[in-house]
C-alpha cells in the first residue's frame, strides 16, 4: 500500500499525550482552616499518591503516575525546561505544538502558564515561550528567514471573543475552510518583531480577559483562554526555491474543571452555567472517546473549544496537558477528578508532523509582495530620470508616456491596498492638474512631484514588509535576553539532575531486586508459610484499593449525573419559558411555518432559516434603511406579497396577506422566497 509504514514523514510521527501534573502549596485560606495536606509528590517514579481523609478503615491510599510530576517547591523555570521547552523547539521545527492547563479553580492554571510579572524566577510558559522563540532566531543562521505573530482569544459562554480586538463587544465565528482547516473568522493576529512586542500583546489580552469578566459580573474560571503564536520559517531548499514551514502553539488556560454548585442554578446564571460546561464537558467526551479506541466518533463539532482544538487532540499536534491540583484535604473529591480526568488524556495519541509550504503561510505572500514591489520601484526610479532628461519632447510622445504612467499607475493601485488615503488623493489631484490645460512643461513638473511621492511610498511599504520578516541572527529578545538566558542555565542544570535522579533509581531498583531474590530463598516450610502470608496481605491490600477504586468510581458518575440532570432540567425550564413567548407572540399559523422552512445544519450545530432575508425582522430592517437614505421621492417598493408581517395587521385588519395563504390555512411563501438562494 502506498504511504504505509515507510513513510513516517508523510504520515507523522506517532506519540502519546503527554501529562503532568504540578501541586501548588497550601495556601492561605488552607492553612488558616488548618486543611491537612493528603497528597505525595514521588518525583522519582513520576507518582502522585493521595490519602481520602474520610477513608474508612485499611483503605490504602491512591496511587497515579504520569510523565511526570511536580511538587510545591518546583520552579516555573523547571516547569518550562521539563514540559514546555520539547514541545516549543517541535514548533520552532515546524510542528504544531499544544500546552493545555487543566484543574480546579485555584489550584494554578494561570499562575503555571502565565505567571507573575513582578520577577523573572515567576514568569510562566507564556512569557517563557517568547524569550525560547527569540532565542532561537537569534542563533539561527541568516538564510533562514521568520514570521511570527500571535493572536489571543477567549471562549466564554460558547461566545468567542479577541481579547487583542479593538471592539470587546464582538463576538467572533468559528468557520472551516477545507485548504487551512477550522478558524475563527475576523480575529485579529500581529506580526511581532520581537520578544517584548509579544509580551505586550499578552498583557494588553490578560488586561481585556479581566476588564471583560467584571463586566460581566462573573470570574475568568469560567472562561478558557487561547494564546496561539504561529512560526513560519523558510529557507532556500536545494531545488533552488523558498521552502516555507509553520509551526502552530496553542497555550491554553481552561475554565475550572469543578461542577457548578448547585445554589447558583436560576436565571441568567444557569444559562452560563449549562453553556459554560458545554466546552469543558465536550473536552472530557472526547477524550473519552479518543482512548476507548472503539467509538468511531469523536465529538469535536460539539463545542467550540474542541473544534478549536481539534488538531490537538488525537490529531497533528505535539501536545501536553498540565494538571493543577491542590493539596488540601477539603479539595479531595476535585483532586481525584481532576487526575483521573489527566490520567485518561494520557492515552490520547496524536500523529504530528512537519507543516511544509501550507496555504495559510503568510512569509511566502509577504516575500513575492517585497519583489513585486522592488520591480515597481526600479521602474520608478528609471522613470524619474527619464523624464527629468525628456524635456524637450515632441507633443506625440509626451502623450504616449502620460498614457502609459496612467496605466502603471492603475496597475499600483491596485497592488498597493495598504496605501492610505492621502496618498491616493494626492494621486488623484495630480490626475485631474493633467487634464486641465496646462503648458507641458507644468504638467511634466507636477508629474515629476508625483512620480516621486509614488516611490516614497512604495519604498515605504516595501519597507514595512520587511520590517516584518526577521532573519536568522538577528538579536531581538531586548529585555527578555535576561529570561532566556534564566531558561538556558537552568536546562543545563536540569539535564545533569535528571541523570543523577536515574542512576539513584537503577540503585534503587537493584536493591529492590535483590530483597526480592532474597526473600524467595526460603530455608524451611516455616519461612514459606511466612512468604505467602505476605503475600495474602499483598493481594488484600489490592483487593481494598480495587474496591475503594470502585466506590470512587461510583460517585464520581453519580455526581456527573446530577449534574446532568440538573442541565436538563435548567434547559426544560429554559424551554419552557422560550415557548410562552412563542404562544403569546406568534400566531400559531407562523410558527408551523417557520418550522416547516428551518433546517438543522450539522456542520455548524445551528438552526437555519430558509430566505432568512425575507423574514419579518429582516425585511423591515431593510425598509428603515432606503427611509434613512435621501430617495425619499421614489416610492417605496410593495412587498405585501413577500413580507410577512402580523404586527402591523392591527392597523389594516390583515391578520395574514391573503395570497400567501396556502390551501391549509397556512401562509405559503411566494417562489421568490423558494428561488432566493440561500
Ligand atoms: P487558577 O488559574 O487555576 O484558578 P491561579 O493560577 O489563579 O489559579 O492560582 C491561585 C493562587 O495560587 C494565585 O494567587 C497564585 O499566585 C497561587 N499559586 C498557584 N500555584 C502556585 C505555586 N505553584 N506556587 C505559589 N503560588 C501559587
Ligand atoms: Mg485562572
Not at 473549544?305 to 497533528?316: A, F, I, V
Not at 492603475?410 to 490645460?437: F, G, V
Request: aromatic share 4%.
Amino acid at each position: 500500500m502506498p504511504g504505509s509504514g515507510d513513510n513516517t514523514t508523510e504520515l507523522g510521527e506517532v506519540e502519546n499525550v503527554r501529562v503532568v501534573v504540578r501541586v501548588r502549596p497550601l495556601n492561605g485560606k488552607e492553612l488558616d482552616g488548618h486543611c491537612k495536606n493528603v497528597t505525595i509528590v514521588d518525583a522519582l517514579n513520576s507518582e502522585i499518591i493521595i490519602e481520602n481523609p474520610n477513608a474508612v478503615h485499611g483503605e490504602p491510599p491512591k496511587v497515579f503516575s504520569f510523565d511526570a510530576v511536580f511538587d510545591t517547591d518546583s520552579t516555573q523555570v523547571d516547569i518550562y525546561n521539563e514540559t514546555a521547552r520539547p514541545i516549543v523547539d517541535k514548533v520552532l521545527q515546524g510542528y504544531n505544538g499544544t500546552i493545555l492547563a487543566y484543574g480546579q479553580t485555584g489550584t494554578g492554571k494561570t499562575y503555571t502558564m502565565s505567571g507573575a510579572k513582578t520577577s523573572p524566577q515567576l514568569r510562566g510558559i507564556i512569557p517563557n515561550t517568547f524569550a525560547h522563540i527569540f532565542g532561537h532566531i537569534a542563533k539561527a543562521d541568516e538564510n533562514q528567514k521568520f514570521l511570527v505573530r500571535a493572536t489571543y482569544l477567549e471562549i466564554y459562554n460558547e461566545e468567542v471573543r479577541d481579547l487583542l480586538g479593538k471592539d470587546q463587544n464582538t463576538r467572533l465565528e468559528v468557520k472551516e475552510r477545507p485548504d487551512i482547516g477550522v478558524f475563527v473568522k475576523d480575529l485579529s493576529g500581529y506580526v511581532v518583531n520581537n520578544a517584548d512586542d509579544l509580551d505586550r500583546i499578552m498583557t494588553l489580552g490578560n488586561k481585556n480577559r479581566v476588564v471583560g469578566a467584571t463586566a460581566m459580573n462573573v470570574s475568568s474560571s469560567r472562561s478558557h483562554a487561547i494564546f496561539t503564536i504561529t512560526v513560519e520559517s523558510s529557507q532556500l531548499g536545494e531545488d533552488g526555491e523558498q521552502h516555507v514551514k509553520m509551526g502552530k502553539l496553542h497555550l491554553v488556560d481552561l475554565a475550572g474543571s469543578e461542577r457548578q454548585s448547585k445554589t447558583k442554578a436560576s436565571g441568567v446564571r444557569l444559562r452560563e452555567a449549562t453553556k459554560i460546561n458545554l466546552s469543558l464537558s465536550t473536552l472530557g467526551n472526547v477524550i473519552s472517546a479518543l482512548v476507548d479506541g472503539q467509538s468511531s466518533h469523536v465529538p469535536y463539532r460539539n463545542s467550540k473549544l474542541t473544534r478549536l482544538l481539534q488538531d490537538s487532540l488525537g490529531g497533528n499536534s505535539k501536545t501536553l496537558m498540565c494538571a493543577n491540583i491542590s493539596p488540601a484535604d477539603m479539595n479531595y473529591d476535585e483532586t481525584i477528578s481532576t487526575l483521573r480526568y489527566a490520567n485518561r488524556a494520557k492515552n490520547i495519541k496524536n500523529r504530528a508532523r512537519i507543516n511544509e509550504d501550507p496555504k495559510d503561510a503568510l512569509l511566502r505572500q509577504f516575500q513575492v509582495e517585497i519583489e513585486q514591489l522592488r520591480k515597481q520601484l526600479e521602474e520608478n526610479c528609471a522613470e524619474i530620470s527619464e523624464s527629468e532628461g525628456e524635456t524637450e519632447d515632441s507633443e506625440e510622445n509626451v502623450e504616449m508616456r502620460r498614457e502609459r504612467k496612467a496605466r502603471q499607475r492603475r496597475s499600483q493601485i491596485l497592488t498597493m491596498n495598504e496605501l492610505d488615503d492621502r496618498d491616493i488623493e494626492s494621486r488623484e489631484k495630480a490626475d485631474k492638474a493633467e487634464k486641465d490645460n496646462k503648458s507641458p512643461d507644468d504638467k511634466d513638473v507636477i508629474e515629476l512631484k508625483r512620480t516621486q511621492s509614488e516611490k516614497e511610498a512604495l519604498r515605504e511599504k516595501m519597507q514595512n514588509l520587511q520590517n516584518k520578516i526577521l532573519v536568522g541572527g538577528e538579536n531581538l529578545l531586548e529585555k527578555a535576553e535576561a529570561q532566556e538566558h534564566l531558561l538556558a542555565a537552568a536546562a543545563v542544570e536540569l539535564e545533569q539532575r535528571k541523570s543523577r535522579e536515574e542512576q539513584l533509581k537503577k540503585a534503587i531498583e537493584e536493591k529492590e531486586a535483590e530483597r526480592i531474590d532474597i526473600e524467595e530463598l526460603y530455608s524451611s516450610l516455616q519461612d514459606a508459610a511466612a512468604g505467602k502470608t505476605k503475600k495474602l496481605a499483598r493481594v488484600y491490600t489490592m483487593l481494598l484499593q480495587a474496591k475503594a477504586e470502585l466506590s470512587d468510581l461510583q460517585q464520581e458518575h453519580q455526581r456527573e449525573m446530577e449534574g446532568l440532570l440538573e442541565g436538563v432540567r435548567g434547559i426544560g425550564r429554559e424551554l419552557q419559558l422560550q415557548e410562552l413567548i412563542l404562544h403569546n407572540y406568534i400566531p400559531v399559523q407562523y410558527q408551523t411555518m417557520i418550522e416547516r422552512y428551518v433546517h438543522w445544519n450539522e456542520d455548524i450545530g445551528e438552526w437555519q432559516l430558509k430566505c432568512v432575508a425575507y423574514t419579518g425582522n429582516n425585511m423591515r430592517k431593510a425598509q428603515v434603511t432606503t427611509a434613512i437614505g435621501n430617495n425619499k421621492d421614489q416610492p417605496q417598493p410593495d412587498l405585501s406579497n413577500i413580507y410577512l408581517s402580523y404586527n402591523t395587521g392591527a392597523e389594516n385588519n390583515l391578520v395574514q396577506p391573503r395570497k400567501l395563504r396556502g390551501r391549509s390555512g397556512v401562509p405559503r411563501p411566494t417562489t421568490a422566497h423558494r428561488r432566493t438562494p440561500q
